[in-house]
């Protein structure tokens, strides 16, 4: 069974219920472990080429995959699937 890190970067006190519960539920789908982490600490990631307004941000292994609230569970499943083959 493969084993994803999940963060989701989000703007302080911005609610993402609805994005993690697609998570686990495309995980759960997949049959993939996740560890999922919700952080507003953009210095973090300054790496990527991100902005503020685009959150919530989905970083699967460190690699931005979604941004913003439009998430769709077997979309997400086919990207965690693909991800979790390349790990």
């Known amino acids: 069974m493969a084993f994803l890190k999940i963060?989701?970067?989000t703007k302080p006190n911005e609610r993402t219920d609805s994005v993690?519960?697609?998570?686990r539920e495309a995980a759960k789908m997949a049959n993939i472990q996740i560890q999922l982490?919700?952080?507003s600490n953009f210095a973090l990631?300054?790496?990527?080429?991100i902005n503020p307004s685009m959150t919530p941000i989905i970083i699967i292994n460190g690699?931005?995959?979604?941004?913003?609230?439009?998430?769709?569970?077997?979309?997400?499943?086919r990207?965690?699937?693909e991800v979790?083959?390349?790990a």
Do not use: C, M, P, W
């Open 37 to 39: 982490n919700r952080t």
């Open 45 to 49: 990631y300054t790496q990527h080429a």
């Open 84 to 86: 979790a083959f390349r």
């Open 20 to 23: 993690e519960r697609i998570i």
């Open 63 to 77: 690699s931005v995959e979604f941004t913003g609230l439009k998430l769709e569970i077997l979309a997400v499943k």
């Open 79 to 81: 990207r965690l699937e």
């Open 7 to 9: 963060d989701i970067l």
